[in-house]
């Protein structure tokens, strides 16, 4: 392989997880301090706000997964080399 | 394949091998026969648990038939949830075969060892980390859907494209090809990330350190089962109803 296009597809892999990390994190940790706050005011809804929870976090969870596809296919698959 | 990750796979413990796979030639086809083979373990797994649990049935539930009973009534309740009480019936045995697939092959790539059987190239893991099967699984889930519009309404079901305004038909459109590439890219990228992680960890430390992440993959792939089967049923829900009000 070029060791530019090996270079730029390392790099590039390094910031398709990482900048897609941001995002979802931040969405995951104000969903996680909402349901805490459920369940502080609710401590028997506390079952139903823990599935609830998990399940969506699984769906914020994807976007990053998108990203990290992303990256696999740089490093593992990289249409330019 | 970079060269460093080259010399990492040539240490015996832990090899990742992505993208190398054991090909059949089937006629004109190249098929990936790693998943063959694992998806066929999975589905005989599945058909050797259903034949055991339903062969001596008894109406005190023992051992088999409790367990594959206790699914059936997790997966009823899923479906009910999503479809609703009255359209869910017709609908339960494809959802429910998404996610009994879907998690016993997600499970079967954690738990069985399969890296202790040699092929001559790549190497045996979950069906799911194969972006095929996802995709197969995606558009099956497509079709379904498109299935279950026309059946209820004919070619109305085209009137969801343009229902609030026109304006909107390009991103209507667009959400049909959306549906199936997240579907597909959500469950691969989750098992393959696990299985890498896993391998890592592995490479690093060989003893006891991985467990706690396996656990972790374990307890993720199971709520990939769930969601896409979720999914699928919120889908399938969406083309019953009209134009959805529940995006995901």
């Known amino acids: ?81 | 394949m970079l060269d460093v990750l080259d010399t990492f796979s040539a240490l015996p413990i832990a090899s990742l091998e992505v993208g190398h796979h054991l090909y059949w030639h089937i006629g004109n086809l190249k098929v990936h026969g790693q998943v063959f083979i694992t998806s066929w373990i999975v589905i005989a797994i599945l058909l050797t648990a259903s034949v055991l649990a339903t062969r001596n049935i008894q109406r005190v539930p023992t051992g088999a038939q409790n367990l594959m009973e206790y699914a059936l009534e997790f997966l009823r309740d899923l479906a009910k949830s999503q479809l609703g009480e009255k359209e869910y019936r017709p609908w339960l045995p494809f959802i429910g075969t998404l996610f009994l697939f879907i998690f016993v092959s997600n499970w079967s790539g954690a738990l069985v060892p399969w890296k202790l059987i040699h092929i001559p190239e790549g190497e045996l893991a979950a069906p799911t980390n194969d972006i095929n099967t996802t995709v197969a699984l995606a558009l099956l889930t497509s079709i379904a859907y498109f299935y279950a519009g026309f059946k209820k309404k004919g070619l109305g079901y085209f009137a969801k494209y343009i229902e609030p305004t026109p304006i909107l038909l390009p991103i209507a459109i667009l959400e049909d090809f959306t549906k199936p590439l997240s579907l597909s890219f959500r469950l691969f990228g989750n098992i393959l990330a696990d299985e890498l992680v896993v391998a890592v960890l592995v490479l690093l430390v060989p003893l006891f350190v991985p467990i706690p992440v396996m656990m972790l993959g374990l307890f993720t792939s199971a709520i990939q089962a769930l969601v896409f089967a979720t999914l699928a049923a919120a889908y399938i829900h969406e083309a019953l109803e009209g134009h959805g009000e529940e995006e995901h």
Not at chain 1, 43 to 60: N, Q, S, V, Y
């Open chain 1, 1 to 81: 392989m070029d060791p530019l296009v090996s270079a730029a597809s390392v790099l590039a892999a390094a910031l398709a997880v990482g900048l897609a990390a941001i995002g979802p994190g931040i969405g995951q940790g104000n969903a996680a301090g909402q349901a805490v706050e459920g369940i502080a005011r609710q401590p028997e809804a506390e079952g139903k706000i823990r599935g609830t929870l998990l399940l969506t976090l699984a769906f914020m969870e994807s976007l990053t997964i998108y990203g990290l596809v992303i990256s696999l296919v740089l490093l593992f698959a990289n249409p330019f080399s």
